[in-house]
């Protein structure tokens, strides 16, 4: 099981990171939207536009390309709910290297389904087993590189852009509000952030159904917290991985919680009102602006990606609003 603290990237190392991966992905749009209060401008960070409809194409994109020509050919691999696997498995695609996705029973379907049309390997384990997969970062036996989509440098400076991004984008941002999966987005962003603009608030938006930053943040250290089923992937795990505790303790100002049922309604405001495609961990930062009470100023939400089953969304957009 891995227990040193990730490395924070420089400033260079983010600079140098945007540089590398320009090629394959996009300078993703800020849009503005009047879904705060009357005390808040939001603009939504829309990484749901990027080629595999989520920041993660950013995160794989930097660790393939900073790969070894050696390891290349050993193949690579990660654990993944979905999104990380889809976007290592679209990288690999494009560089033509064999990739593997070790994935939970209970991922979403779409999601897999996508990550087996670029031609990966879909491996699936049993939830409690995927997710000591990802404690240990690497599979016992399998041969190949381990893509580790939170805790490395490259996975964190990759985020970093988005944070470089925001700065260059919107000069008077107040507040930055991110999703919390495992904390690579975040810390990535948060990190980029608090080097060009200290004084901006970094918040974190978590689901009631499974929020372990605001846990940790109650207990102040990393606390187990029971996951209870949701439309939400890739936001929520059983507890904050403890290596990543001291970046979330240093670069986290916050945590706003909603519930299932306000993502839900903002997945539908954002889908009916700006036609903006998100999933349930993607709409997480917009539901925090919308529904939690805290003053947020000029606020950044990263909408971090858009791969939610056809199925659920048609579901969702069949349900009655809240009530404003």
């Not at 603290?5 to 849009?31: F, K, N």
């Not at 999966?181 to 200290?198: D, E, Q, Y």
């Not at 009470?293 to 579901?315: K, L, P, Q, R, W």
């Amino acid at each position: 099981m891995l227990t040193a603290t990730p490395i924070a990237p420089t400033m260079d190392e983010i600079l140098a990171t945007a540089e590398r991966i320009a090629g394959h992905v996009i300078r993703s749009p800020l849009l503005a939207t009047n879904f705060g209060g009357s005390d808040s401008n939001v603009f939504l960070k829309l990484e749901n536009q990027q080629p595999i409809a989520v920041f993660k194409a950013r995160t794989m994109a930097n660790i393939a390309l900073t790969l070894d020509s050696g390891d290349a050919v050993r193949g690579i691999y990660t654990a993944s709910s979905g999104n990380a696997g889809i976007g290592l498995a679209w990288i690999a695609h494009k560089l033509s290297l064999s990739a593997r996705v070790y994935a939970p029973i209970s991922g979403p379907k779409g999601k897999l389904e996508a990550i087996r049309k670029f031609g990966a390997d879909v491996q699936l384990l049993d939830d409690n087993v995927w997710w000591q997969l990802i404690r240990n970062g690497a599979h016992e036996t399998d041969p190949g590189v381990y893509f580790d989509a939170v805790r490395s440098t490259a996975a964190l400076a990759a985020s970093g852009t988005i944070g470089l991004e925001i700065s260059q984008q919107l000069a008077e941002v107040d507040t930055v509000i991110i999703p919390f999966g495992g904390g690579g987005l975040a810390c990535g962003i948060a990190n980029a952030i608090k080097m060009l603009r200290p004084a901006v608030r970094i918040v974190v938006a978590e689901c009631a159904s499974a929020a372990p930053v605001s846990a940790a943040f109650e207990a102040g250290e990393p606390a187990n917290i029971e996951v209870l089923p949701s439309f939400i992937s890739g936001a929520g795990a059983p507890s904050v991985l403890p290596e990543m505790w001291p970046l979330v303790k240093r670069l986290i100002d916050d945590t706003e919680v909603v519930s299932v049922r306000q993502v839900e309604d903002t997945v539908r405001l954002l889908k009916k009102e700006k036609d903006v495609t998100a999933e349930g961990a993607g709409a997480l930062s917009v539901a925090a602006a919308r529904f939690c009470a805290s003053s947020h100023g000029t606020t950044a939400c990263i909408v971090s990606g858009g791969n939610i089953d056809a199925d659920v969304m048609e579901g969702i957009l069949s349900r009655p609003s809240l009530p404003s």
